[in-house]
């Protein structure tokens, strides 16, 4: 197969796998397919989407299991948490959303410090299954944030991604999600106080 026999091939199944996604909450219905995306590792060195969570110390601490109990335990007193993706009722991706405050490093953050004194819900993390990296899946994800949250009547979503350092910049570094993915579901950047880490924000209601 030629390169570009290769390219159409990607674009046409990236089309395909796009008109089939669904999302669905993070809740205890759900917690068997987000322990399935996650795998044993917990997505990245166990840290079972409780890095912004917890301090520093504490989530070394509970790295591996003990991170994973406190996420279940989260979910299971129904804490709003995050969207995962599907396709064909396979769970492929995951974002993390909840409001700021729950997010202790983001909130001892100097260059992520508040912008203002609105109350925001903040998004802090992907995870993409490896199949479907480079696709446009966080994108999707982030479009699906917006159109759940707008039903639930929050008023301003906020996130932290990384400007990439170069084309092939690693999937590890990438957790936060680019600033073209926000761009392209409609984020604006309201601050950046780092020349890697714009914050950018989508308002569900007029201001």
Request: contains cysteine; charged residues 30%; hydrophobic residues 35%.
């Amino acid at each position: 197969m030629t390169n570009n026999n290769l390219k159409h091939y990607i674009l046409i199944n990236n089309r395909n796998f796009m008109n089939g996604l669904k999302f669905k909450p993070l809740s205890k219905e759900t917690w068997k397919d987000f322990e399935y995306l996650f795998g044993e590792r917990g997505a990245c060195g166990g840290c079972w989407c409780m890095s912004w969570r917890l301090k520093k110390s504490e989530f070394d601490k509970n790295k591996g299991k003990g991170n994973k109990m406190l996420m279940r335990k989260l979910v299971n007193s129904k804490k709003e948490t995050g969207i995962l993706a599907y396709i064909k009722k396979e769970p492929v991706g995951w974002c993390s959303v909840a409001p700021r405050e729950d997010f202790i490093r983001l909130n001892n953050s100097r260059v992520l410090s508040k912008v203002d004194d609105n109350p925001v819900w903040s998004i802090v993390c992907f995870f993409i299954d490896k199949k479907y990296r480079r696709q446009g899946l966080s994108t999707q994800l982030l479009k699906s944030v917006i159109a759940y949250y707008k039903k639930k009547k929050i008023n301003i979503l906020e996130g932290y991604p990384s400007e990439p350092y170069s084309e092939n910049m690693p999937a590890a570094f990438a957790w936060t999600g680019f600033p073209t993915a926000f761009t392209k579901a409609g984020f604006k950047e309201v601050e950046r106080r780092s020349k890697s880490r714009p914050i950018m924000r989508y308002y569900l209601t007029d201001h």
